[in-house]
Structures are given as C-alpha cells and as structure tokens.
C-alpha cells in the first residue's frame, strides 16, 4: 500500500512537470535520492513518457537528474567513511554534473535523433540514459587521474592525532 501511495505521488509530480529542464532535473535527482535507486526513475520516467504523462523532453530531463541523483546517494553513503573512500563517490558526482551541464544544450537535438532512430519513446529513454553514461564514461577516462589530485588536495585526510610529542607541556610534566 506504501509502495502504491509513492508511486501514486511520483506519479502526479512527474505529470505535472512543465517543460523547465532544471526543474526536471532537480525533480530527477530528488526522486532517486527519494527511491535510493536511479534504475527505478529511469525505468518509471520511461514509462510515463511512453504512455504519455511525462513530454519526451522532460523525461530526459528527468534521466539526467536521475544520474545525479546516483551520484549524491553516493556520496550520502560515504559520509562517514575515510577520507580516501569519500573521494571516489565525490569525483564520481564531480564528472556527473558536468556531464549534465554539457547536455543540456544538446537535449533538443538528442531528442530529435533518438525520434529517427529509436521507435517508442520508452526505448528512447532508456537508451538517452545509456548513452548518456557510455559518453560520460569515455569522455572522462582521460580526466581521472587530475581530478584525482584535485580531490587529494581538496580533501585531505586529517593528521594523524599522538603521532608526535606534545609541545605545549611544561617540560617537568613531562
């Protein structure tokens, strides 16, 4: 009955998305923070864009902030991990949101392709999102390594607490 009343509300929401490409990916990125899953916003956007509730624009829309949406549950789930754990997820968030950010001027004639090439709009959506990662995944192969050092210096692990001799001890207390 939860799952039912959720997607009953994802539902109403993503129906009543106007054509704002930002407002489609916020909604995208809350959504799959919401779900803890990208895979099930991208496979429900696909469906209500094939069965009409959902313009074919704003679902790619929607499939962007799903993969940033991914990448911020990613980073929520490192939190509290070491500080070499937490810059993998970080970068990963880093190469997603320029990724979107290169897109979005694009989406109007990807859309276009994907209308020539792919016959329903759900395969459109899910191949938009497959696309989408491929590109994103050899565009930035490249770029690993100096976002990499980037992240080391921008987050650096704290020293270590005891390793070295107090200094502000009166000496007869020690």
């Given at each position: 009955?939860?799952?039912?009343?959720?997607?009953?509300?994802?539902?109403?929401l993503?129906?009543?998305?106007?054509?704002?490409?930002?407002?489609?990916?916020?909604?995208?990125?809350?959504?799959?923070?919401?779900?803890?899953?990208s895979?099930?916003?991208?496979?429900?956007?696909?469906?209500?864009?094939?069965?009409?509730?959902?313009?074919?624009?704003?679902?790619?829309?929607?499939?962007?902030?799903?993969?940033?949406?991914?990448?911020?549950?990613?980073?929520?789930?490192?939190?509290?991990?070491?500080?070499?754990?937490?810059?993998?997820?970080?970068?990963?968030?880093?190469?997603?949101?320029?990724?979107?950010?290169?897109?979005?001027?694009?989406?109007?004639?990807?859309?276009?392709?994907?209308?020539?090439w792919?016959?329903?709009?759900?395969?459109?959506?899910?191949?938009?999102?497959?696309?989408?990662?491929?590109?994103?995944?050899?565009?930035?192969?490249?770029?690993?390594?100096?976002?990499?050092?980037?992240?080391?210096?921008?987050?650096?692990?704290?020293?270590?607490?005891?390793?070295?001799?107090?200094?502000?001890?009166?000496?007869?207390?020690?």
């Amino acid at each position: 009955a939860e799952l039912e009343d959720l997607v009953r509300r994802e539902t109403g929401l993503l129906a009543a998305l106007p054509n704002e490409v930002l407002l489609d990916i916020v909604v995208g990125a809350a959504l799959t923070v919401l779900s803890y899953s990208s895979l099930a916003i991208v496979l429900l956007t696909a469906t209500l864009a094939g069965s009409g509730l959902v313009p074919a624009t704003a679902a790619l829309g929607l499939v962007l902030g799903a993969n940033i949406g991914s990448g911020v549950l990613a980073v929520l789930s490192t939190i509290n991990s070491p500080v070499a754990a937490r810059r993998l997820p970080i970068g990963n968030l880093v190469f997603k949101l320029i990724g979107c950010l290169l897109m979005l001027p694009l989406l109007g004639p990807v859309h276009v392709e994907l209308q020539q090439w792919v016959p329903t709009v759900p395969q459109q959506v899910v191949i938009f999102h497959l696309a989408f990662n491929i590109l994103l995944a050899v565009s930035f192969i490249g770029l690993t390594g100096a976002l990499a050092r980037v992240l080391e210096r921008w987050i650096s692990a704290p020293k270590a607490m005891g390793t070295e001799r107090p200094e502000h001890l009166d000496l007869s207390a020690l």
